[in-house]
C-alpha cells in the first residue's frame, strides 16, 4: 500500500464517519454551514481562500453589531496598544472577545 493510498483511505474514513454539515451548523447563522462546507470541499493539497472565510465571519459581526475593534479572545487584555501588531484597537474597554460573542450570539439564535 502506497502512501497516497493510505491517506486516499483515511479521507474516505473522515467522511463517512463525519456528521453532516446541517446537523453540526443547526441553529447557527447560515454562514457557519456555508464556512463548514467550504472547507470540507478543500482537496487536501488546495490552499483555502483565507479572505473568503474572513468575509464570511465578517458578514455575521456586520449583521449582529459587533464592532472591529482588533482584538480577540486571545490578544492579551492589558498588553498595551502598541504590542497588538498594528491592529486597530478602539480605547473602549474589551469585555469579551469578537469570537466570544459571534459564537454567544449564534447559540442564542
Same mark, same amino acid.
Given at each position: ?7 486516499? /483511505? @483515511? ?5 463517512? %464517519? ?9 441553529? #447557527? ?8 462546507? #467550504?472547507? &470540507? !470541499? ?9 479572505? #473568503?472565510? &474572513?468575509?464570511?465571519?465578517? /458578514? ?7 464592532? !472591529?475593534?482588533? &482584538?480577540?479572545?486571545? %490578544? $492579551? *487584555?492589558?498588553?498595551?496598544? *502598541? ?5 486597530? @484597537? %478602539?480605547?473602549?474597554?474589551?469585555? /469579551?472577545?469578537?469570537? !466570544? &460573542?459571534?459564537?454567544?450570539?449564534? $447559540? $442564542?439564535?
Amino acid at each position: 500500500e502506497t502512501e497516497a493510498e493510505r491517506m486516499h /483511505q @483515511v479521507m474516505l474514513a473522515k467522511m463517512h %464517519t463525519a456528521p453532516p454539515e446541517e446537523a453540526l451548523c443547526e441553529g #447557527y447563522p447560515e454562514e457557519f454551514f456555508t464556512f463548514l462546507a #467550504y472547507c &470540507r !470541499s478543500l482537496r487536501f493539497e488546495e490552499t483555502p481562500d483565507y479572505s #473568503y472565510l &474572513r468575509g464570511l465571519l465578517r /458578514q455575521i459581526c456586520e449583521r449582529e453589531g459587533f464592532p !472591529s475593534d482588533g &482584538r480577540f479572545d486571545w %490578544t $492579551a *487584555a492589558d498588553a498595551p496598544e *502598541a504590542e497588538l501588531s498594528g491592529a486597530l @484597537v %478602539t480605547t473602549a474597554p474589551r469585555k /469579551q472577545g469578537i469570537l !466570544s &460573542r459571534m459564537f454567544a450570539c449564534a $447559540a $442564542a439564535a
